[in-house]
């Protein structure tokens, strides 16, 4: 949609002022110079905003620049008007009367824009994990919306979803029948999304968490341009916010970026229940994705399938990762995770990150001895084991990582599975390879020395019916074999 003619004044000022054409979307025209950006908004009349009135387009600056500053202070700067001036020409914050308003910002180069950075491979597993931090807190600072019909909601998206997706040339019946699932699944988490609804779990949150919504500024990942003109997009659960960013990830990126993404936004709030209304969640998102594709010139195609997928049950399974210290456990289960049940793939709980979460501290910061007593170490392992019930309950597989040198852990691991299959796996490698690889540490989770190995390595682990894989060679292959897994991935 071009920009009206009324605002051609304003915007021929606007590209003056930056030497560049604007870059749009249906609704805005942002013009990006050396030293500012100007996001002008279109005055036009949609189904689901009215930015005709010039009234109308000040308060939804403001109203922008309110909710995007406290997450992106360096980029999101102020609300400026366009003026006529003495003479007729107009002027960027002059004395005349206000013919327009536009909302300046810090210029970002387009390839520090995340959907970029991920086009051209380069979302690594640093960036992963600082994106998953970034949205964790972007969430966790989200403010609660109290008297929000979650459930509710989610029916007048999915009717707009659907009628929108035929609307743009989708096969029908293929559509009808994503719907159908998707309304039996709503009812039956209809209790889930109430009692998220009465914790606080649905807040006034971004509500358009995406890659292209990112970018890097000052070298770390930043959300930017949250839903300003719907509260009602915007009001929802953090799950569903979430799930927006995982879907993209998942594909565009692939599922091992979306699962390491999930992963440790859990390993940050420890939500577990969101993943009982997960597939439902990603499937919402990639139908929203799927109706705007044509309208842009893309396919649509690719979203729908994903929505069937994520709809598509999987049966869970437990499976734990055992081993001294340096023996490649994490390396193990992150491989694993994306491989097994539904998307984004299993939870991974790692004990290392549960004691940090329980510290009040982000996975890489050290902890004292003290927080190793056995006690702590217990309540750790105890919060696990209840975790994966809770998404084994909910259809969701699990990864277990922990040490499990005490029988008595190897046997409440497999206690937890339930009903569900289980598979133990314990890594062994020589002494002088731990040590190397403890010693070369950075930047983990684990606090583990070589002094610690050591005395672990002193220690009768006592019978093992796990299946033993050889840390030193090629465990990772061997795990994917021993589960009848037909890929490997990358994250």
């Known amino acids: 949609?071009?920009?009206?003619?009324?605002?051609?004044?304003?915007?021929?000022?606007?590209?003056?002022?930056?030497?560049?054409?604007?870059?749009?979307?249906?609704?805005?025209?942002?013009?990006?110079?050396?030293?500012?950006?100007f996001k002008l908004k279109k005055a036009v009349k949609l189904p689901f905003?009215?930015?005709?009135?010039?009234?109308?387009?000040?308060?939804?600056?403001?109203?922008?620049?309110?909710?995007?500053?406290?997450?992106a202070p360096g980029i999101y700067r102020d609300v400026v008007p366009i003026t006529r001036e003495q003479g007729g020409a107009l002027a960027l914050g002059g004395a005349g009367p206000v013919v327009d308003w536009v909302l300046?910002?810090?210029?970002?180069?387009?390839?520090?824009?995340?959907?970029a950075v991920a086009a051209r491979g380069a979302l690594d597993a640093r960036l992963l994990d600082a994106l998953a931090d970034a949205t964790a807190a972007l969430l966790a600072a989200a403010p609660a919306a109290p008297g929000v019909d979650s459930a509710g909601r989610m029916a007048l998206v999915l009717q707009g979803n659907v009628e929108g997706c035929v609307a743009a040339g989708l096969d029908p019946e293929r559509v009808?029948?994503?719907?159908?699932?998707?309304?039996?699944?709503?009812?039956?988490?209809?209790?889930?999304?109430?009692?998220?609804?009465?914790?606080?779990?649905?807040?006034?949150c971004h509500g358009d968490l995406h890659l292209a919504n990112l970018c890097l500024w000052e070298g770390r990942p930043v959300a930017f341009d949250a839903i300003e003109f719907d509260e009602a997009i915007a009001r929802i659960d953090v799950g569903y916010d979430l799930a927006f960013l995982l879907m993209d990830l998942d594909v565009r990126v692939g599922r091992a970026a979306a699962n390491r993404v999930m992963n440790r936004v859990l390993a940050r709030s420890f939500d577990i229940a969101m993943l009982g209304?997960?597939?439902?969640?990603?499937?919402?998102?990639?139908?929203?994705?799927?109706?705007?594709?044509?309208?842009?010139?893309?396919?649509?195609?690719?979203?729908?399938?994903?929505?069937?997928?994520?709809?598509?049950p999987v049966p869970p399974r437990l499976v734990a990762i055992g081993g001294l210290q340096g023996t490649g456990k994490t390396y193990i289960a992150r491989a694993l995770a994306p491989a097994l049940g539904v998307a984004p793939g299993a939870l991974h709980l790692r004990t290392d990150e549960i004691r940090k979460r329980r510290a009040g501290l982000a996975p890489e910061q050290r902890l004292p001895e003290a927080a190793y007593a056995p006690a702590e170490s217990a309540a750790v392992h105890?919060?696990?084991?209840?975790?994966?019930?809770?998404?084994?309950?909910?259809?969701?597989?699990?990864v277990l990582d922990a040490v499990f040198l005490d029988p008595a852990m190897r046997r409440a691991a497999r206690d937890a599975a339930g009903p569900h299959p289980?598979?133990?796996?314990?890594?062994?490698?020589?002494?002088?390879v731990l040590r190397e690889r403890v010693a070369g540490r950075r930047d983990d989770a684990s606090d583990a020395t070589v002094a610690v190995l050591e005395r672990a390595a002193q220690a009768d682990p006592g019978p093992l019916d796990w299946r033993k894989l050889d840390a030193a060679g090629d465990a990772r292959r061997a795990a994917f074999a021993a589960l009848a897994l037909n890929g490997e991935t990358e994250a």
Request: aromatic letters at 8%.
């Open 1 to 37: 949609m071009t920009l009206p003619a009324e605002q051609a004044e304003v915007a021929a000022l606007l590209a003056r002022l930056t030497g560049a054409a604007p870059i749009e979307t249906h609704i805005s025209a942002v013009f990006v110079g050396r030293d500012d950006a």
């Open 49 to 71: 905003l009215d930015f005709s009135p010039l009234s109308a387009r000040e308060h939804f600056c403001r109203r922008e620049l309110e909710i995007n500053r406290p997450n």
């Open 104 to 115: 300046r910002m810090a210029p970002v180069p387009a390839a520090d824009f995340l959907d």
């Open 176 to 204: 009808a029948a994503v719907a159908t699932t998707m309304r039996a699944r709503l009812e039956a988490i209809r209790p889930l999304l109430a009692a998220r609804a009465a914790q606080g779990l649905v807040r006034r």
């Open 277 to 312: 209304a997960l597939p439902f969640w990603l499937a919402q998102r990639a139908l929203v994705r799927a109706k705007l594709e044509p309208a842009r010139g893309r396919d649509g195609l690719p979203y729908l399938a994903a929505a069937e997928g994520y709809l598509r």
């Open 382 to 398: 105890a919060e696990m084991f209840d975790a994966a019930r809770a998404a084994l309950a909910a259809g969701h597989s699990v």
């Open 422 to 432: 289980f598979t133990g796996f314990w890594l062994e490698a020589p002494l002088a």
